[in-house]
């Protein structure tokens, strides 16, 4: 089993910034890789960003590129999202999740891919 808390988030205006992290726990080793998605007020859920567990390879949802930067700390096993110049659009709930399958760099913006996730942070953009 792995066990994921998540931190962050919070109320910021347009232009401003917020940090989230995803702290992992329990079977580490046996994460590939760490996503983060959001859903918004009556959107589905997607994917913003992902990173290996070795930090080898990390990828964005196209709106976010630019903005957002995803990394890994590999002394307290968690994975940050630095969020900048948000928009009212980023408005969501962030939910972090772990992969265990390789098969994470060709699906990984799809949330049956993960296996384990996060309890969700709110982040709420005001213009």
């Known amino acids: 089993q792995v066990q994921l808390v998540q931190s962050g988030g919070g109320l910021v205006q347009a232009g401003g910034s917020l940090r989230l992290s995803c702290a992992a726990s329990g079977r580490t080793f046996s994460i590939y890789a760490i996503g983060w998605f959001r859903q918004g007020p009556g959107k589905e859920r997607e994917f913003v960003s992902g990173?290996?567990?070795?930090?080898?390879?990390?990828v964005y949802e196209d709106s976010v590129k630019g903005r957002f930067t995803i990394s890994k700390d590999n002394t307290k096993n968690t994975v940050d999202l630095q969020m900048n110049t948000l928009e009212p659009e980023d408005t969501a709930v962030y939910y972090c999740?772990?992969?265990?399958?390789?098969?994470?760099?060709?699906?990984?913006?799809?949330?049956?891919?993960?296996?384990?996730w996060g309890q969700g942070a709110q982040v709420t953009v005001s213009s």
């Open positions: 990173i290996r567990w070795s930090a080898s390879r990390t």
């Open positions: 999740a772990a992969a265990s399958r390789a098969t994470w760099d060709i699906f990984y913006t799809r949330a049956q891919e993960y296996e384990y």
